[in-house]
């Protein structure tokens, strides 16, 4: 019963340890579990789905007449819907060539690796046309097409992206970004007050990096095995280890970034050290303590009073 034994205290020390390669695929779908009873049977009828509406547009983009998208023999919301299926597998085939390029696995187009990269991708956008595809979804699919089968990956990708936070950002629902914003910013002038009121003084927002930490999960950031040992920690404590983690990465670079201009921060948070280490990584993200369940509802919560109250404000001026 994983539920019950999430919070034991060994199963979470040997999730902040690292959980071995070859059975963390195992542990994650354990850990994650599965709410939206996804199974292999319906990632199958979605794989085919996909791949019939993939020929069907294949045929009709053929159609289009110029370069301004104008779709012959369709209008309305049919051609809206066409162009917006086009510019989807587009976006995805262009993204299968960019994740993970240092890795065999997914650099070779006839890698078995690389189709069901797509499968997984595409079998998403059928599932949840209304979220669609965004660029470094890819990343997190391949990452856990590294550890386990694609109907599991699916499983786990489909599970971690409908989730309330992920839906939130990928969706671009700002009000609800902000929120979460907000409550990052709290936990930075509790956990890191002379860091915090650097940011202040130079106009650096937790926007300018929180937003793109979360939407990709850390990957592309990282190293790929610092990257996993997040991982690890996130199919634990969900939301609140993203949390923990960006004050854990914030902490690790203080030294550095107080020294730094405006520019060198912006520039730093989006392309985090190469050489970071994954045990000092995990050393500082668990020294992070005042980021709870609790204590995350309780900001968010108040987070939602004080802009409903400024959005008063701007009606009744």
Not at 256 to 282: G, V
Request: net charge neutral; hydrophobic share 40%.
């Amino acid at each position: 019963n994983w539920s019950r034994k999430q919070s034991c205290s060994k199963v979470r020390s040997l999730c902040f340890k690292g959980i071995p390669s070859q059975i963390r695929g195992q542990v994650w779908c354990s850990l994650l579990g599965n709410k939206l009873n996804i199974t292999a049977d319906l990632f199958q009828v979605l794989c085919e789905q996909a791949e019939k509406s993939r020929e069907a547009y294949e045929e009709e983009k053929e159609h289009i007449e110029n370069a301004d998208g104008d779709v012959g023999g369709f209008g309305g919301k049919a051609e809206e819907l066409l162009l917006k299926a086009i510019s989807t597998h587009k976006m995805i085939l262009l993204d299968l060539s960019r994740t993970y390029p240092e890795l065999e696995v997914f650099r070779n187009e006839k890698s078995p690796y690389r189709q069901h990269l797509l499968e997984v991708l595409e079998a998403f956008v059928c599932f949840r046309p209304e979220i669609g595809y965004s660029q470094g979804m890819s990343f997190l699919a391949a990452l856990l097409l590294l550890f386990m089968e694609p109907e599991d990956a699916f499983m786990v990708f489909t599970n971690i992206l409908t989730s309330s936070c992920f839906v939130n950002f990928y969706r671009m629902k700002m009000p609800e970004v902000k929120m979460y914003m907000y409550a990052h910013e709290k936990f930075l002038k509790e956990e890191l007050p002379s860091l915090y009121s650097q940011f202040k003084k130079l106009g650096i927002h937790p926007e300018m990096y929180m937003v793109k930490w979360i939407m990709c999960l850390f990957c592309q950031l990282l190293p790929l095995e610092c990257t996993c040992r997040i991982w690890d920690f996130f199919f634990l404590d969900g939301d609140v280890a993203i949390f923990r983690t960006g004050l854990g990465i914030l902490k690790l670079l203080e030294k550095d970034l107080l020294k730094m201009s405006f520019e060198q921060i912006a520039y730093q948070l989006s392309h985090l050290p190469p050489n970071i280490n994954e045990d000092e990584l995990m050393r500082s993200v668990r020294g992070v303590q005042i980021v709870t369940n609790r204590r995350l509802k309780e900001l968010l919560k108040e987070a939602s009073s004080v802009y409903r109250k400024q959005g008063s404000k701007n009606e009744n001026p």
